[in-house]
C-alpha cells in the first residue's frame, strides 16, 4: 500500500509536468515516420503500410523519446540538488523503483493515446479490411514493450553510471546494434526493431506476433535483470558504486531477483522454439541430401535400396492456437534383406519423436540432435529384421523455421485461422523407395473454421463437430502439402479442365462484382485453345490458391498452384503494366499457369526473356480478342512505349556517372524501375515486334509450339534463341528501333 | 525518542576524519544546539542522524535499535532541512509540499501542508513556481516541508540562512515551540540563534565533541577568562572577540586562559564562551 503511494505520487507529479505532454506527445509523432521514412516491413500489403510501418516506427521513435525523458527525470534529483532531502525521506531504492515504474505506466498512457489516436486512422486507411483484434495485437507486441524496454534500459544505464550523457550514449549504441546488419535477420536480438517482413491483409499475422512475444519476453527480462541490477548499484549512504553495491547486497532479493531474471533469459534463449539453429553442414557430412530451403526434400534419393516403402498413413491433429501437432505415422515396409537394418528417418526441427514401434514393438532409435542446413533432422532407426513390417511413430512438436530462411520466416505456418504446412511438418520421412501403387494418405484434424486443400486427391471432411473437421486426404506419391484457411472456394465454371480457386474470403465481395469465375474461365478457355491443355483431371484437378503474403511470392507444387496474396493486392490489381484492369491482372497471373508454372522462360545472355513478358503479350493477346485492336493500343501499347518513354528520360540513365551519388534506396528504386521496364514493357514490344514480322497465326502456332515442347537449347527451360529460332528471326530484327516505335505512335528518343 | 550516539567517527575516503570518537545522547524533548566552526563536522553528524552517511566505526542507536538497520522507521519520523538543498523548480510551493507530504506518507497531507505554510509565512507564495521564489522563500520552502506533519525528530542545517531578522526571530520562536514534545538539533553558526531557544548545545571543532552541556553551564565554564580593555593589549595570549567604538575610544573585549591581573573582569556572554572553548579547549 505504501509503494503504492509513493507510485501514485511520482505518476501524479509526472502528469502535472508540461515535459511529460511533450515526449507523449513527440511520442505519438513518431508513427507517422512509419508512413514514410522508416517503411521495415515490405509495403506490398496494405496492412504492413498502413498498420505495421507506423506502429514498428512509433515503437522506435517512441523507445527514444522515453529513454530521454526517463534520464531527464532520474537525473532531476542531481539537476535540481534534491539528493539530500529526498535520501532523508525515503530509500532511494524505493523512490527509484516507483519512479521506474510511473514512468513505464506513463509510457503506457502515452501508448493507449497512440493506439486511440490511430486506430482510427488506420481503420479510414484499410477499410473493410480493418480487424480491431489485429491492430490492438500488433500494437501491443510491436509498439508497447519497445517503450517499457526503453525506459528500463535507461534507468538502468542512468543507475550505473549516473550521467545523462553516457547512458543515452548507451542505449543508443544498444539500439543501433539492435538496428545493424549484423541483428538484421536474428528476429531474437532485434530488441527495438522486431523483426517483420511483411504483414499479411488477407490472413493473419500469427508467426510475427508469436516471434515478436518471445523475443519481446526475453528483452524484457534481460531489462528488467539490467534494472534490479542497477538497483543494487544505486548511490546510498554516500558511498560510491561498489561501496553501495556492497551495502544493497545485503538486501538479499535484489540480486536474488536480478539472476532469476538473468537466468530467465538465458532459458528463453536457450530453449527458443521458432528457428531450426542448425549451422551449415558440408554434403558429405550426413545421409541427407541437399534441398532447395523451401522445397519439399528430395524424393529420389534413398539409401537402402532393398527396402520398400508400401504405403503410409498419418492422423495428424493440429492444434492450431498454439501452432502444435500431435502426429501418429504408420508406415508399411518391405525389408527385403530379411536383416536388422539402420535407416534414416528425416523429421521437420522442432518435432520430437515420442514412440517409435515396428510390428507393435519398440525399437531403438538413435538421436544425434543435429539439425541440417535445409530444415531437416535425422535420426537413425533400427528396423527388425521381419520381411513386413508396420512402423508406427508418434510425434510431436512445432514446425521451427530453417535457419537459412530466419531473415523471410518463409516456412510452415499452423495458426488460428490459416495453415501453410509442407511434406516434413506433416509426417516424419522415411529415405526409402516408394513401392509402385504407393498410397500416401490420412487423416487431420483441425479447427472447423479452416477448409483444407491437401496436394493430391481433393481433400474430404470425414468427420465433425462444434469446434473440429476431421479431412481425409490421399496423394500418390510421398509429397504432401497441406494450406488451410478461412478460403471461399470457387468451382471455375466453363473451365476447359477441373479448376479449383481458393481465396481469402476478404476478397468475396470484390471478386464477385468483378465476376471472377468468368474472369478465370475466359483466361483459362483463351490459353488452353492457343497453347493446350495442362494436364488435370476430375481426380487430380488444379488447385490455384491464394496464400499468405509471408510467403513472398508464389510457387506450383503438383497440383497446387498458390499465390501470394499480393498478387490480389490494390496495388498489383492496379498496376497497368500487368492489364487495364483487376480483372486482366487476374487473368496475367493466371496465364502464368502456361508460361511460368507449366513452361519455364530462362535465357542466361538475355535476363529480359522471362515468363513475364511472354504472359504480358498473352493477355495482350487476349484482350485484343476480347475487346478491339483501339483497347489495346491505349490499355497495353501505350503503356509499353511510355514506360520505356520514362526510361530513357530518366536522369539518372542518362548520367550513369550521376547514379554514384544516390543513396541505396533510390538505386534499388532506380534498378526496379528498370528491372520493371525491360520484363513488362520492352519485352511485350519485342515479342509484338516478332508478332508483326512473321503474322499472328504463325505467332499463335511458335507459342503453342513451345509450350507443348520445350526448348532445345537448355531443356526444360525455353530461351530467347528458342524463341528466336521458333520465330526464323534474328535479334537484330527484334530490335525497338525508330520506324517500329514511331508505327506504333511512340516517340523515339534514343 | 533518544538516540544513543558512541564512539562514532567518520573518515571520508580522501582521509579526512571529520568526526573522532564521539559519544552523546540526544533525547527529546530537547532543542539541541549544534555549534562549531567551518569543516568541524556538524553537517557529517547530521547526515550521519539521516543516515545519508554510513559511520566508519561506532554505534548510533535510535531508542535502543541500530539506526542503519531501522533507517525506514527513523526516516519516518524525521524533518530533515539540509545545509545545501535544492527543489523541484517547476512545482508550485503546494505541489512540492504535497509531493513531500505524499512521500513521507502523511494521512491528512493538505491539513499538514495548511499548517506548514502557515507556519512558515508562505501563504501569499503558495501557488508560486517554486523557481520565482527569493533565496529566503526557497529557506522557508525547505523549512516547511521539514516540518510537514510535525516530526517527532527535526535536523535542521543552518534553517536561518538567507532570512531577515524578524523572520530568524519568527523561526527561533517556532523552533522553541515545537521542541516543547519533541527533539530538535539545530545546526548553526550564528549564537543568537541558539542562545535564544536551545536548551541543550554541543559544541564540535575538529570532529571532537568540545562541551555537552546547557548554555549557562557553557557561560559558567567561561567564567574569569572574559575580560574588557580600554585599549588594544599587548598580549598575544588574548584573544579578541570583539572591538566596540565608545566615547572613549575603542574598546575590546577578549577571552584568555589566564587574564592579566589588572583586567576588567566581566560577566561571559554565550559568544565569548564559545570563543573561549573554541581557542583554547579545541585542537
Given at each position: ?202 490472413f493473419n499475422?500469427t508467426l510475427?506476433?508469436r ?62 522454439p521458432y528457428i531450426d539453429?542448425a ?7 550426413g545421409p541427407i541430401s541437399s534441398g532447395m530451403v523451401y522445397s519439399v526434400p528430395a524424393d529420389d534419393e534413398t539409401d537402402y535400396p532393398n527396402i520398400d516403402l508400401l504405403n503410409q498413413y498419418v492422423w495428424l491433429t493440429v492444434n492450431a492456437q498454439k501452432g502444435y501437432v500431435d502426429g501418429n505415422a504408420r508406415y508399411q515396409l518391405n525389408n527385403k534383406t530379411h536383416e536388422s537394418q539402420w535407416v534414416t528417418m528425416i523429421l521437420l526441427p522442432g518435432y520430437t519423436i515420442n514412440t517409435i514401434t515396428a510390428n507393435s514393438k519398440a525399437i531403438e532409435y538413435a538421436d544425434p540432435g543435429l539439425d541440417q542446413e535445409n530444415s531437416q533432422h535425422p535420426i537413425r532407426i533400427q528396423l527388425p529384421a521381419d520381411e513386413w513390417i508396420e512402423l508406427e511413430v508418434n510425434y510431436t512438436g512445432y514446425p521451427k523455421v530453417a535457419n537459412?530462411a530466419?531473415?523471410?520466416?518463409i516456412g510452415n505456418e499452423i495458426s488460428a485461422d490459416y495453415l501453410f504446412m509442407n511434406s516434413l511438418s506433416i509426417l516424419p520421412k522415411l529415405s526409402l523407395n516408394e513401392a509402385e501403387n504407393f498410397i500416401n494418405e490420412g487423416e487431420v484434424v483441425l479447427p472447423a473454421n479452416l477448409e483444407l486443400i491437401s496436394l493430391g486427391n481433393e481433400a474430404a471432411v470425414v468427420s465433425e463437430n462444434a469446434s473440429t473437421k476431421t479431412w481425409r486426404f490421399a496423394n500418390t506419391s510421398s509429397k504432401l502439402r497441406f494450406i488451410a484457411g478461412d478460403y471461399v472456394k470457387l468451382a ?5 479442365f477441373p479448376v479449383y480457386f481458393y481465396y ?30 495442362l494436364p488435370y483431371s476430375e481426380d487430380y484437378p488444379l488447385n490455384i490458391i491464394m496464400i499468405s503474403?509471408h510467403f513472398?511470392?508464389g510457387g506450383a507444387n503438383g497440383n497446387f498452384s498458390f499465390m ?33 508454372v ?153 | ?283
Amino acid at each position: 500500500m505504501v509503494f503504492l503511494h509513493i507510485l501514485f505520487v511520482e505518476l501524479k507529479r509526472l502528469l502535472i509536468s508540461k515535459g511529460t505532454w511533450l515526449v507523449m506527445a513527440c511520442t505519438l509523432c513518431m508513427p507517422l515516420l512509419g508512413y514514410s521514412f522508416y517503411t521495415p516491413a515490405s509495403t506490398a500489403t496494405s496492412f504492413s503500410a498502413q498498420m505495421a510501418n507506423p506502429i514498428l516506427a512509433g515503437g522506435l521513435g517512441g523507445a527514444f523519446c522515453f529513454s530521454v525523458f526517463t534520464l531527464l527525470e532520474y537525473d532531476r534529483v542531481n539537476k535540481y540538488q534534491c539528493e539530500a532531502l529526498m535520501d532523508s525521506i525515503i530509500s532511494p531504492l524505493i523512490i527509484s523503483f516507483a519512479k521506474c515504474l510511473s514512468i513505464l505506466l506513463t509510457a503506457f498512457l502515452t501508448w493507449l493515446a497512440a493506439l486511440c489516436l490511430y486506430m482510427p486512422i488506420m481503420k479510414a486507411a484499410l477499410g473493410t479490411a480493418f480487424i480491431l483484434s489485429e491492430t490492438l495485437l500488433a500494437f501491443s507486441l510491436m509498439m508497447l514493450p519497445t517503450l517499457w524496454m526503453g525506459v528500463l534500459a535507461s534507468a538502468a544505464f542512468y543507475q550505473l553510471f549516473r550521467r545523462i550523457d553516457l547512458s543515452f550514449i548507451s542505449f543508443t549504441a544498444l539500439a543501433l546494434f539492435s538496428m545493424s546488419k549484423w541483428c538484421s535477420d536474428l528476429y531474437l536480438i532485434r530488441w527495438i526493431n522486431p523483426l517483420v517482413t511483411v504483414f499479411s491483409n488477407d490472413f493473419n499475422n500469427t508467426l510475427f506476433y508469436r516471434l515478436a512475444a518471445y523475443s519481446r519476453l526475453l528483452w524484457l527480462l534481460i531489462f528488467s535483470a539490467f534494472y534490479v541490477f542497477s538497483l543494487i548499484c544505486i548511490r546510498n549512504h554516500g558511498l560510491g558504486i561498489i561501496g553501495s553495491f556492497r551495502i544493497h547486497l545485503r538486501k538479499v532479493y535484489l540480486p536474488l531477483l536480478a539472476c532469476l531474471l538473468a537466468m530467465g533469459s538465458v532459458w528463453l534463449v536457450v530453449s527458443e522454439p521458432y528457428i531450426d539453429k542448425a549451422a551449415l553442414v558440408q554434403e558429405d557430412e550426413g545421409p541427407i541430401s541437399s534441398g532447395m530451403v523451401y522445397s519439399v526434400p528430395a524424393d529420389d534419393e534413398t539409401d537402402y535400396p532393398n527396402i520398400d516403402l508400401l504405403n503410409q498413413y498419418v492422423w495428424l491433429t493440429v492444434n492450431a492456437q498454439k501452432g502444435y501437432v500431435d502426429g501418429n505415422a504408420r508406415y508399411q515396409l518391405n525389408n527385403k534383406t530379411h536383416e536388422s537394418q539402420w535407416v534414416t528417418m528425416i523429421l521437420l526441427p522442432g518435432y520430437t519423436i515420442n514412440t517409435i514401434t515396428a510390428n507393435s514393438k519398440a525399437i531403438e532409435y538413435a538421436d544425434p540432435g543435429l539439425d541440417q542446413e535445409n530444415s531437416q533432422h535425422p535420426i537413425r532407426i533400427q528396423l527388425p529384421a521381419d520381411e513386413w513390417i508396420e512402423l508406427e511413430v508418434n510425434y510431436t512438436g512445432y514446425p521451427k523455421v530453417a535457419n537459412a530462411a530466419r531473415s523471410t520466416l518463409i516456412g510452415n505456418e499452423i495458426s488460428a485461422d490459416y495453415l501453410f504446412m509442407n511434406s516434413l511438418s506433416i509426417l516424419p520421412k522415411l529415405s526409402l523407395n516408394e513401392a509402385e501403387n504407393f498410397i500416401n494418405e490420412g487423416e487431420v484434424v483441425l479447427p472447423a473454421n479452416l477448409e483444407l486443400i491437401s496436394l493430391g486427391n481433393e481433400a474430404a471432411v470425414v468427420s465433425e463437430n462444434a469446434s473440429t473437421k476431421t479431412w481425409r486426404f490421399a496423394n500418390t506419391s510421398s509429397k504432401l502439402r497441406f494450406i488451410a484457411g478461412d478460403y471461399v472456394k470457387l468451382a471455375v465454371k466453363d473451365s476447359p479442365f477441373p479448376v479449383y480457386f481458393y481465396y481469402s474470403r476478404r476478397h468475396q465481395q470484390e471478386f464477385e462484382a468483378m465476376d471472377i469465375d468468368k474472369v478465370l474461365s475466359d483466361t483459362l478457355n483463351y490459353c488452353a485453345k492457343q497453347f493446350g491443355l495442362l494436364p488435370y483431371s476430375e481426380d487430380y484437378p488444379l488447385n490455384i490458391i491464394m496464400i499468405s503474403a509471408h510467403f513472398m511470392g508464389g510457387g506450383a507444387n503438383g497440383n497446387f498452384s498458390f499465390m501470394g496474396e499480393t498478387y490480389f493486392s490494390k496495388e498489383n490489381l492496379s498496376n497497368p503494366s500487368k492489364g487495364a484492369s483487376a480483372a486482366e491482372v487476374i487473368a496475367h497471373e493466371i496465364i502464368h499457369q502456361w508460361w511460368g508454372v507449366h513452361s519455364y522462360l530462362m535465357d542466361m545472355e538475355n535476363t529480359d526473356w522471362s515468363s513475364e513478358g511472354l504472359t504480358v503479350y498473352t493477355t495482350y493477346r487476349m484482350m485484343k480478342e476480347k475487346y478491339n485492336e483501339a483497347y489495346v493500343k491505349q490499355f497495353y501499347i501505350d503503356q509499353w512505349l511510355n514506360s520505356l518513354a520514362a526510361l530513357r528520360n530518366n536522369y539518372f540513365l542518362r548520367n550513369p556517372d550521376m547514379q554514384s551519388m544516390l543513396p541505396d534506396k533510390y538505386l534499388l528504386n532506380l534498378q526496379q524501375l528498370v528491372f520493371d521496364a525491360t520484363i513488362y514493357n520492352k519485352m511485350p514490344l519485342q515479342i509484338l515486334k516478332a508478332e508483326q514480322l512473321i503474322g499472328e497465326a504463325k505467332m499463335d502456332e511458335v507459342l503453342a509450339d513451345l509450350f507443348e515442347n520445350g526448348g532445345t537449347e537448355m531443356p526444360p527451360y525455353v530461351t530467347w534463341q528458342d524463341f528466336l529460332d521458333a520465330c526464323n528471326l534474328s535479334e537484330e530484327e527484334l530490335t525497338l528501333d525508330q520506324a517500329f516505335i514511331e508505327s506504333l505512335g511512340g516517340e523515339f528518343n534514343v | 525518542m533518544k538516540i544513543t550516539i558512541e564512539n562514532l567517527s567518520m573518515v571520508y575516503p580522501n582521509g579526512k576524519t571529520a568526526l573522532d570518537q564521539i559519544s552523546c545522547v540526544l533525547e527529546s524533548p530537547n532543542l539541541i544546539g549544534l555549534l562549531g566552526p567551518n569543516g568541524a563536522g556538524k553537517s557529517t553528524l547530521m547526515k550521519l542522524l539521516t543516515a545519508a552517511l554510513v559511520p566508519t566505526s561506532g554505534k548510533m542507536l535510535v531508542d535502543g535499535e541500530p539506526l542503519l538497520k531501522h533507517e525506514q522507521q527513523l526516516k519516518q519520523q524525521l524533518g530533515y532541512l539540509p545545509q545545501a538543498f535544492g527543489l523541484y523548480d517547476e512545482l508550485t510551493v503546494w505541489q512540492f509540499l504535497d509531493y513531500m507530504a505524499a512521500l513521507k506518507r502523511i494521512n491528512q497531507p493538505a491539513a499538514a501542508i495548511e499548517q506548514a505554510i502557515r507556519d512558515t509565512n508562505l501563504n501569499a507564495k503558495r501557488k508560486s513556481r517554486i523557481r520565482s521564489l527569493s533565496g529566503g522563500e526557497r529557506q522557508r520552502v525547505g523549512i516547511a516541508q521539514a516540518m510537514l506533519a510535525d516530526p517527532q525528530f527535526l535536523i535542521l542545517d543552518e534553517p536561518t540562512v538567507g532570512l531577515d531578522p524578524k523572520e530568524r526571530l519568527d523561526f527561533r520562536n517556532l523552533f522553541s515551540k515545537k521542541a516543547q514534545d519533541r527533539l530538535v538539533l539545530l545546526s548553526t553558526h550564528i549564537i543568537d540563534d541558539v542562545q535564544s531557544v536551545c536548551n541543550q548545545l554541543i559544541v564540535i571543532d575538529h570532529g571532537k565533541i568540545l562541551f555537552i552541556g546547557t548554555p549557562a553551564q557553557l557561560i559558567a565554564s567561561a567564567r574569569g577568562h572574559v575580560a574588557l580593555f580600554n585599549e588594544q593589549p599587548a598580549s598575544d595570549k588574548i584573544h579578541i572577540t570583539a572591538r566596540i567604538n565608545t566615547a572613549e575610544g575603542i574598546q575590546c573585549r577578549g577571552v584568555a586562559e589566564k587574564m592579566p591581573d589588572d583586567s576588567m573582569l566581566v560577566e561571559p556572554t554565550l559568544e565569548d564562551a564559545y570563543m573561549y572553548l573554541i581557542q583554547y579547549k579545541g585542537a
